[in-house]
């Protein structure tokens, strides 16, 4: 029987920001300490199986999920985001 690792909240947020199409594994590694493998478990125990598979057809390939390969730029205006939390600009 799989016996989960993190804390629930913990595991929540991992598997929205890995579902989230923008969100490079680099950013989850450095707010919850989980590499892309473990990521990649992570979903396959807690979602449906269907939805996985889903999930890493869709990730399969994907530059916008590996930080070094990403091009996206952020808007100076966007709020910056720090240990999972937003603060306000100054």
Known sequence: M???IFPLVVTDRTIEMAWEDRTPF???KIQFGIGEQQ???LMCNEIKPSSFKMWRKRMQGRKTKHGSLSCR????RQRQISANTISKRN
């Open 26 to 28: 680099d950013i989850i």
């Open 39 to 41: 990521v990649i478990e």
């Open 73 to 76: 730029v952020k808007c100076d």
């Open 2 to 4: 799989y016996t989960p």
